[in-house]
Every structure is written in structure tokens, then in C-alpha cells.
């Protein structure tokens, strides 16, 4: 029974969005799929030296944005996204990631397929990456 308690693992982390839940009026937490993800896109979107004392996490990928649309600089993001996330979610083994080049707005559409550690069921999470002044 213990094992199986062990293979059950909850993870949670901080609601970012900072909301207070009404009866506790302790700040909300994420768990489970929903904190694994919310990891997943801050890793991505954090830039390097943004985090204090850890100048080593972040992701290479809003300089790439500016680059011109073209395919190497979608193998570039989905390079990027794949480093950062083996380097710094033990959480997550990925399986896929697509990143297409929508050249009419001037952005990119990226889809990452992974497992969490674990777990037998695939996940999905797709964003939009736009440059933005």
C-alpha cells in the first residue's frame, strides 16, 4: 500500500495570480497537472538573470522572436524551450514539441506534448509566442 501511496505523488506550487480562496483566506495553490504546467510556462517565459540568484534559469527564446520567421529560427525556439525544460522541470519527460511559424502575424504557435513523472496520461499545453514592445 505504501508503494502505491509513492507512485500517487500530488505536486503543488503558489497560485501566481495571487488570489486569496474566500473561506481559508489563505492564497490559492495549484496542484497536479495545473502546477506541473504553470511551471512549464514560467520556465519558458523567464528570461536569463531574471530570477535572483539564479541567473542560470531561463530560456533563450524572446531573443529569437525578433529574428526573421523562418524555419531555423522555429528549430532555435523548440531547441530552446527543450533545453530549459530537461535542465530545470525533473517533473516533466517531454515527448514533443512543435513550434510553426505563423509569418501573417508575425509570431509563432508552439505545441509541447510530455508526460509527468509517473503518470501514464499524456498532456498538451500550446501558446501563442508574439513579440511584444
Same mark, same amino acid.
Given at each position: 500500500?505504501?508503494?502505491?501511496?509513492?507512485?500517487?505523488?500530488?505536486?503543488?506550487?503558489?497560485? @501566481?495570480?495571487?488570489? $486569496?480562496? !474566500? /473561506? =481559508?483566506?489563505?492564497?490559492?495553490?495549484?496542484?497536479?497537472?495545473?502546477? *506541473?504546467?504553470?511551471?512549464?510556462?514560467?520556465?519558458?517565459?523567464?528570461?536569463?538573470?531574471?530570477?535572483?540568484?539564479?541567473?542560470?534559469?531561463?530560456?533563450?527564446?524572446?531573443?529569437? @522572436?525578433?529574428?526573421? $520567421?523562418? !524555419? /531555423? =529560427?522555429?528549430?532555435?525556439?523548440?531547441?530552446?524551450?527543450?533545453?530549459? *525544460?530537461?535542465?530545470?522541470?525533473?517533473?516533466?519527460?517531454?515527448?514533443?514539441?512543435?513550434?510553426?511559424?505563423?509569418?501573417?502575424?508575425?509570431?509563432?504557435?508552439?505545441?509541447?506534448?510530455?508526460?509527468?513523472?509517473?503518470?501514464?496520461?499524456?498532456?498538451?499545453?500550446?501558446?501563442?509566442?508574439?513579440?511584444?514592445?
Amino acid at each position: 500500500m505504501a508503494l502505491l501511496a509513492s507512485k500517487n505523488k500530488t505536486f503543488s506550487d503558489l497560485d @501566481l495570480d495571487f488570489d $486569496i480562496h !474566500p /473561506s =481559508t483566506k489563505q492564497l490559492n495553490t495549484l496542484v497536479s497537472d495545473a502546477a *506541473v504546467i504553470r511551471s512549464l510556462k514560467n520556465l519558458i517565459f523567464t528570461s536569463h538573470y531574471e530570477r535572483p540568484f539564479h541567473p542560470e534559469i531561463g530560456c533563450k527564446i524572446k531573443n529569437s @522572436l525578433f529574428d526573421n $520567421i523562418m !524555419p /531555423s =529560427t522555429a528549430i532555435t525556439i523548440q531547441n530552446s524551450i527543450e533545453e530549459v *525544460v530537461d535542465n530545470f522541470e525533473p517533473r516533466v519527460d517531454l515527448t514533443s514539441i512543435k513550434v510553426i511559424a505563423q509569418p501573417d502575424e508575425n509570431a509563432y504557435n508552439v505545441t509541447i506534448n510530455f508526460f509527468i513523472v509517473n503518470e501514464a496520461v499524456s498532456r498538451q499545453v500550446t501558446f501563442f509566442l508574439e513579440r511584444i514592445r
